[in-house]
């Protein structure tokens, strides 16, 4: 293509883009067009602080804005190429898109594109219907297709070996009054176009429970009744650690996602032993896998459900400004 993306693209586009998770709802990114091109921002304004000091979270979260942005444009007949990081002077500035020769879009473009709208974390228990083995590929092949690794955890052993991992590191965090200040901050009672609803924030979790929960409200439930009795985890990794890898891994990441949607599995996150250094290190080396986890997903068949709210497209654009 001899000219570039305009702000019609750009605006279309974005509209697919906010669909793409990030802890607390926070919906941490900005799109931005320039000289024909889509630059796709991290907003240090809503990164979390005593969650995610790092900017791992916000990173995760713009790469999987990234992925439908590119599907986005896929579908609409202008394909992009992408490099990440393109300014090591401007940091916050994570990827840019600029067009690719003009193709019809796959199969699979088509496919993914129409989960988008239908994906969303679902926190509800479960049911004990076993993921098979054909949908359980599928997952793993499209972390692959994004450069990272899906390692599934299929029986009591590992899922119970995971779990002491994951409920210690959600005790560390717990303790810290700063960390529970910010979830409630982000919790949402009334509607709101950011943050989780008290509606999705599922049952109450109890200390017998396999995998900890966030606590985001929620209803309480039968006293010593199991949450889920085997649920399906699957750790999400990739080669390194640094600033473009975990671009790389939110990318992997809504892959994976909407191609559990595309086969009709549920999934909810869980990032509590990625936010502790000690924990993800442990879950590192109980993999023994090469890179570094990025989040772990917990993976089956759910109740119907809907996404949470998203802010208006136009909050999140930076257009040129066009002289009078």
């Known amino acids: 293509m001899d000219i570039g993306y305009t702000a019609d693209h750009l605006r279309t586009a974005a509209a697919t883009a906010v669909r793409a998770p990030s802890l607390h709802n926070t919906q941490p990114w900005r799109f931005r067009l320039r ?3 889509i630059e796709v921002l991290a907003d240090p304004s809503r990164r979390l602080p005593a969650t995610d000091p790092s900017g791992w ?3 995760v979260a713009c790469g999987a804005a990234l992925f439908n942005l590119r599907i986005a444009l896929a579908v609409a007949g202008v394909p992009a190429r992408v490099r990440l990081r393109p300014d090591p002077a401007e940091p916050d500035l994570l990827a840019r898109l600029v067009p690719d020769i003009p193709r019809r879009p796959s199969p699979t473009e088509q496919s993914l594109h129409l989960a988008i709208p239908r994906r969303f974390s679902n926190r509800l228990p479960f049911w004990p219907d076993p993921v098979p083995s054909d ?10 297709a994004e450069g990272c690794w899906l390692e599934l955890l299929i029986g009591v052993s590992a899922v119970n070996a995971f779990g002491e991992i994951a409920r210690s590191a959600h005790r560390v965090l717990e303790r810290d009054p700063a960390y529970r200040a910010e979830r409630e901050q982000w919790l949402r009672h009334e509607p709101a176009p950011d943050g989780v609803p008290a509606s999705a924030g599922g049952p109450q ?11 985001f409200g929620g209803r309480d439930r039968a006293p010593g009744r199991d949450f889920e009795p085997e649920p399906l985890v699957g750790v999400l990794g990739s080669v390194g650690n640094t600033a473009i890898d975990q671009v790389v891994a939110g990318q992997a990441l809504q892959r994976v996602l909407l191609t559990a949607t595309d ?11 990625i936010e502790v250094p000690t924990a993800r290190e442990q879950l590192r ?20 459900g809907r996404p949470t709210p998203r802010r208006e497209v136009d909050e999140v654009l930076d257009l040129p400004v066009v002289p009078a």
């Open 263 to 273: 086969v009709g599995l549920a999934v909810s996150l869980l990032s509590q032993p």
């Open 35 to 37: 000289d024909g091109g």
């Open 57 to 59: 979270g916000v990173r």
């Open 285 to 304: 080396v109980s993999l023994g896998r090469f890179g570094t986890p990025q989040i772990v997903l917990r993976i089956g068949y759910g109740q119907p």
């Open 135 to 144: 949908a359980r590929w599928r997952l793993g092949d499209a972390a692959r």
């Open 205 to 215: 979790h109890e200390p017998q429970d396999v995998l900890p929960g966030r606590g």
